[in-house]
């Protein structure tokens, strides 16, 4: 049996996500493309919010969107604490940091290619 997210292209999902960190000002956004590489999903997008309180709204505002375009019901884990939020969109998976736990966690070294620099979005295959 197909899941809502089987009939949403990824491509779709990553093309929402990103305009909703651009709309609550994510910092530091950046894209891994996991075809090929994992199974758990297509993308995985990794951003910053400045403060607890701004990583809760911009997790809260994204799942609002997917909802809406989508009628889509993310999976999410730590929205209560606000220092890492984990949003699971199906194909895109999301992380949500303030940048002391971001950077303590390092989470782009462990899925960016071999040779690319941590901050660079990996090249996206059309």
């Not at 609550?24 to 995985?44: C, F, N, Q, W």
């Not at 009628?71 to 998976?93: F, H, Y």
Request: with cysteine; hydrophobic share 40%.
């Amino acid at each position: 049996m197909k899941s809502d997210t089987d009939i949403i292209p990824s491509d779709q999902l990553l093309a929402l996500v990103l305009s909703s960190l651009d709309d609550d000002k994510a910092e530091d956004v950046v894209t891994i493309d996991l075809r090929g590489r994992s199974s758990i999903a297509d993308y995985m997008v990794i951003c910053s919010g400045r403060s607890s309180r701004q990583v809760a709204s911009i997790s809260e505002k994204l799942i609002e969107r997917l909802k809406a375009e989508f009628r889509l019901s993310s999976r999410v884990e730590g929205k209560e604490q606000g220092d890492w939020v984990l949003i699971d969109a199906g194909e895109v998976v999301v992380h949500v940091f303030r940048p002391e736990v971001r950077d303590f966690y390092q989470l782009e070294k462990m899925w960016m290619p071999a040779g690319a620099r941590s901050g660079e979005p990996t090249p996206r295959r059309n």
